[in-house]
């Protein structure tokens, strides 16, 4: 059993080696970004913990320099994390039967550990369920280290790592050029695209996403024939 | 200034909102009965989509109006596509478009 988990964490750390550099790249910031902001490490420690989700954290920065307000801050929470909702959707299958390990594999679904463990090819003598875990841990390790890192240095960094959080980005393309490869027709991946971008251009970069999850599920119902017809899904 | 007690509830609520979105579809469909036929193709459909919109919303402070116009990423971006088709190498494609990006943004633009 314990060389199942050592495997499984051997087969797990290569896929998030990019993460590993965005995370610490976003989480220092973030953690530097709260220094700055009159916070000390621990608010970027416990938050980087327990919320987990990098674009909402930034924002609570300034929801805990505003004037209180718990309900708006729940309902912002709840928008700019609506895209989880997708992720869990997705994860039904891949997620059931992995026991106890599964409330911390929902509880660390970020953007960047739902994308590996959906995706990732699992070697056969791998425990799936191990290999999420592992990749989810890690991820969520590198966040936190590296926003307590930033919380703790606070300006003293200096560092000229501009553009280095493009590796989310790569990581991303190359993600989602995996999956056009595994597909004969890309209708789906057509319609997130082409959704997604009149959305941002539409509705501004702030306010973008929930109208083009909304209008991403109204066109999956409605071709919902001739998607599953094309066999891709 | 909020009190610590007002910060406490602050950060909670964040984690409520955030916990909410990443239980409530395990919640809703359990394991125990099966789930219905239009989740299960949603469940199918959705990660290409939803691969497509997380690029997109990477992109989303890209301005083509100022600065480099947006050229640094598509170079970039290009680059990773065509290393990625040649080589198939994951780690690969993602350090050298990631290196190139911000070689061009320290540098050319």
Known sequence: MRGNKVAALKAAFPHTIPIFAGF???GITYGVYMNVSGFSFWYPLIMSITIFGGSLEFLAVSMLLSPFAPLETFLVSLMIQARHLFYGIAMLDKYAGTGLKKLYLIFGMCDESFSINYSAEVPENIDRGWFMFFVTLLNHIYWVSGAALGGL???????????????????????????????????????????????????????FLLPAMGGILLLLTAFRGPIEKAGDV | MMT??????????????????RFLPFLVFSDKKPTPKYIQ?????????????????????????????????????????????????MLL?????????MLLVQTVF
């Open chain 1, 153 to 207: 240095l606070g300006s003293l960094i200096e560092f000229n790592t501009e553009g280095l959080s493009f590796v989310m980005t790569a990581m991303f393309v190359v993600i989602l050029l995996e999956q056009l490869l595994k597909e004969r027709r890309h209708y789906t991946a057509a319609i997130g695209l082409v959704v997604s971008a009149a959305c941002l251009v539409g509705f501004g970069a702030d306010s």
């Open chain 1, 24 to 26: 610490w790249f976003l």
């Open chain 2, 93 to 101: 494609s993602i350090a050298v478009g990631t290196a190139l990006y």
């Open chain 2, 4 to 21: 610590l007690g007002q910060q406490f509830i602050t950060i909670g609520m964040c984690v409520l909102g955030t916990m909410l979105t």
């Open chain 2, 41 to 89: 193709y949603l469940g199918r459909a959705l990660p290409p989509a939803i691969f497509a919109m997380l690029v997109v919303y990477c992109l989303k402070d890209v301005n083509v109006a100022y600065g480099g116009h947006g050229l640094p990423e598509l170079i970039a971006i290009s680059t990773v596509v065509v290393l990625h088709l040649w080589k198939r190498k």
